[in-house]
């Protein structure tokens, strides 16, 4: 069936370093692609998507690519900030309305000052 | 942009009783709402999928007489966590779809179950 599957944290970075979360994808037809991050105590927040092969998607200086060859949509970011500790998910959707969301485990991220 | 509410934010109950949580579009109509179950440091796992209008389709392996889920408008969902135990204590969280695919996620709900 369809899946996400992401590196397995935690990532413990210290601040200013480079981020990289691995994702891949198993899915039948053409999915989208997203990130989520969600802070403790908080829901789920958008962090960037993608809906085809080779789009980019980008936000607070994030980025992901959607490579279909790979069959994956890796999370990097250059510059790490301690508010960026939280947890982010990788989550794909098969571009089916009323079809749910199937996300990754989440990986941790805990940056240090 | 979408947003979408959840009401309580926390919720602390005992054993037996019943729990009513609550998700709101406010700013758009809703066609299918979804209800995802959290425990702690794990993934979303999706609960059911509720259209307005008609009974939520549960995902296998959710009680669907444990877990009611009414949607009663294009803006408001439902879900009631019936004679709940400590086994059910998790933080739930809804999102709505305004159209298409893409969804917007409540803040969620914590449910301590004593």
């Known amino acids: 069936g369809d899946s996400v599957t992401q590196m397995e944290g935690p990532v413990t970075l210290s601040e200013e370093a480079f981020l990289t979360i691995n994702c891949t994808y198993t899915a039948t037809g053409y999915p989208s692609l997203f990130w989520y991050v969600q802070y403790p105590g908080e829901g789920l927040q958008l962090l960037l998507k993608a809906t085809k092969a080779d789009d980019k998607g980008s936000n607070k200086g994030f980025e992901a690519t959607y490579r279909k060859e790979t069959t994956s949509f890796h999370l990097e970011k250059g510059s790490v900030q301690v508010s960026d500790s939280a947890v982010y998910f990788c989550?794909?959707?098969?571009?089916?309305?009323?079809?749910?969301?199937?996300f990754g485990k989440g990986t941790t991220l805990s940056v240090s000052s | 942009g979408a947003v979408v509410s959840q009401h309580p934010s926390w919720v602390i109950c005992k054993s037996g009783t019943s729990v009513k949580i609550e998700c709101r579009s406010l700013?758009?109509?809703?066609?299918?709402m979804f209800w995802y179950r959290q425990f702690p440091k794990q993934s979303l796992m999706l609960m059911a999928t509720s259209n307005e209008g008609s009974k939520a389709t549960y995902e296998q392996g959710v009680e669907k007489d444990k877990f009611l889920i009414n949607h009663a408008s294009l803006t408001l969902s439902t879900l009631t966590v019936t004679s709940a135990h400590p086994e059910d204590s998790s933080f739930y969280i809804c999102s709505a779809t305004l159209s298409g695919y893409e969804q917007f996620f409540g803040p969620g709900t914590r449910l301590t179950v004593l």
């Open positions: 700013d758009f109509q809703a066609t299918t």
């Open positions: 989550a794909l959707t098969l571009n089916q309305a009323g079809t749910a969301l199937i």
